[in-house]
């Protein structure tokens, strides 16, 4: 009667540990599933469909997809090639793509504060820090000197059909907080530009000395250093 009871214990217990380790490869499977279809979604080449023969944005398609769309952002040598948008609020597309469906990848946005012309001294950009180099995922590669040098620009079309051409000069790690880095309407001179600039030169982990003049515009990209800090850092370029 023991031994049947022994038996039978043991029996249980090959099953619990059976589904206990089929669970964990549901769980592990699941986990690699979730994972490809979070890089899909972010992936740039996604908006492949967007560019005409001539690498231009179609921006009629992609206003007719959302009206927010407000350019086109790319970083040469980089996978960092997508259009911008700007919400109502900055935490719109935090979670949202740029078709307006839920995403933990969200998007690439514009500061709501921001004139969606890019005539303000200074405008912020924001996008999350993804794995597999997507989104904002190559921005915290600039904090590397040779990364760096080797990517000097960044370009910005927008919905107007004007061609921005940015010159990267430096890369800083600051926190969520930094009231003068996250405050775009806060740089409304010449005067706050220099002060602001020569801030950013004493945080920089890289830099490169920048030309200021009376027309000169700012533009920060600016991502997470990961999910647990308030960590950020940027990259900040004038246009030319």
């Given at each position: 009667?023991?031994?049947?009871?022994?038996q039978?214990?043991?029996?249980?217990?090959?099953?619990?540990?059976?589904?206990?380790?089929?669970?964990?490869?549901?769980?592990?499977?699941?986990?690699?599933?979730?994972?490809?279809?979070l890089?899909?979604?972010?992936?740039?080449?996604?908006f492949?469909?967007?560019?005409?023969?001539?690498?231009?944005?179609?921006?009629?398609?992609?206003?007719?997809?959302?009206?927010?769309?407000?350019?086109?952002?790319?970083?040469?040598?980089?996978?960092?090639?997508?259009?911008?948008?700007?919400?109502?609020?900055?935490?719109?597309?935090?979670?949202k793509?740029?078709?307006?469906?839920?995403?933990?990848?969200?998007?690439?946005?514009l500061?709501?504060?921001?004139?969606r012309?890019?005539t303000?001294?200074?405008?912020?950009?924001?996008?999350?820090?993804?794995?597999?180099?997507?989104?904002?995922?190559?921005?915290?590669?600039?904090?590397?000197?040779?990364?760096?040098?080797?990517?000097?620009?960044?370009i910005?079309?927008?919905?107007?059909?004007?061609?921005?051409?940015?010159?990267?000069?430096?890369?800083?790690?600051?926190?969520?907080?930094?009231?003068?880095?996250?405050?775009?309407?806060?740089i409304?001179?010449?005067?706050?530009?220099?002060?602001?600039?020569?801030y950013?030169?004493?945080?920089?982990?890289?830099?490169?000395?920048?030309?200021?003049?009376?027309t000169?515009?700012?533009?920060?990209?600016?991502?997470?250093?990961?999910?647990?800090?308030?960590?950020?850092?940027?990259?900040?370029?004038?246009?030319?």
């Open positions: 009667m023991m031994i049947k009871i022994i039978s214990i043991n029996k249980l217990i090959d099953t619990l540990i059976l589904v206990f380790c089929l669970l964990v490869l549901f769980l592990a499977g699941f986990g690699l599933w979730d994972s490809y279809h890089y899909q979604q972010a992936d740039a080449s996604q492949k469909k967007f560019v005409d023969a001539d690498n231009q944005p179609k921006f009629e398609e992609l206003l007719a997809l959302n009206k927010d769309v407000v350019g086109w952002i790319t970083i040469p040598d980089t996978k960092i090639n997508y259009p911008l948008v700007q919400g109502e609020t900055n935490l719109e597309y935090v979670n793509a740029v078709d307006g469906t839920v995403s933990v990848s969200g998007s690439l946005f500061d709501t504060r921001n004139s012309d890019f303000d001294p200074y405008s912020l950009i924001y996008g999350h820090h993804m794995a597999g180099d997507v989104m904002f995922g190559e921005i915290p590669k600039f904090l590397k000197k040779d990364f760096f040098d080797k990517h000097t620009s960044a910005i079309e927008t919905k107007d059909r004007q061609t921005l051409k940015i010159r990267l000069f430096a890369c800083l790690n600051t926190d969520a907080f930094d009231r003068l880095v996250f405050n775009p309407t806060s409304n001179s010449s005067e706050k530009q220099t002060q602001f600039v020569e950013v030169k004493q945080k920089s982990e890289q830099f490169r000395e920048v030309a200021l003049t009376p000169t515009r700012l533009v920060a990209f600016s991502t997470c250093e990961s999910f647990s800090t308030d960590s950020r850092i940027i990259v900040i370029g004038a246009i030319q």
